[in-house]
Every structure is written in C-alpha cells, then in structure tokens.
C-alpha cells in the first residue's frame, strides 16, 4: 500500500495563489503515476491533473495554464501549484496515487476555498 497525506489548502482570495504538497510513503517504488482530483459540494469528484513516473502531465481543460503538476521524487512529494485562483476552484482536493497494476490509493484530502 501507500499513504498520502496532503497539506497546503486554505483561505485564498481571489486571483491568489496556493500550492499543495502531497506527501506519499510505504511502497513507492509500485507507483505509476498521481494525481490530484477536487470535489466541490453536491458534485463529483473531478480530475485536475495527473503526473506519470516519466513526468508526462495531463491536465483538466479548465486548469491548463493556471495549475502546474510536479513532483519531487527525492522528497517523495508531489505538489500542485494553483494560480489566479477563481471562486470555482473551491474544493476538497485529494492526492491520488495508482499502482502499476491498477490498484488506486486516496489521501484524505484538503480544503481549499477562494472568497473575498
């Protein structure tokens, strides 16, 4: 198995700026690729971006240029950088972590709200 453990949500304005860290232990080394998912009330959970152990990105349409997906394989953390931060992207976001034989692993998520 492996545990995430996300950090770096909060209270943002507007326009602003957040990054998220998510911190993976235990077996690393079965990872294929993450990603992180968001979930605003009464909705489903939604793909943001993902990141492959070869470092492609993919990443939701509605995030390409202002969301950046990486990862620091050292640190065993992957991170994503939210910028010009709109009300809409008011979520839980959740880490996600897949094996190379399909098994899927979720952190328990962090909030993120943007409000004036």
């Known amino acids: 198995q492996v545990q995430l453990v996300e950090s770096g949500g909060g209270l943002v304005q507007p326009g602003g700026s957040l990054r998220l860290s998510c911190a993976a232990s235990g077996s690393i080394f079965r990872v294929s690729a993450m990603g992180w998912y968001r979930q605003a009330p009464g909705n489903e959970r939604e793909l943001v971006a993902t990141i492959t152990n070869g470092d492609n990105t993919n990443y939701a349409d509605s995030m390409k240029g202002r969301f950046t997906i990486s990862r620091d394989n050292a640190k065993n953390t992957m991170y994503l950088q939210m910028n010009s931060l709109k009300p809409e992207d008011t979520a839980v976001y959740y880490c996600?972590?897949?094996?190379?034989?399909?098994?899927?692993?979720w952190g328990q998520g962090t909030q993120v709200t943007v409000s004036s």
């Open positions: 996600n972590a897949k094996f190379y034989d399909s098994r899927v692993f």
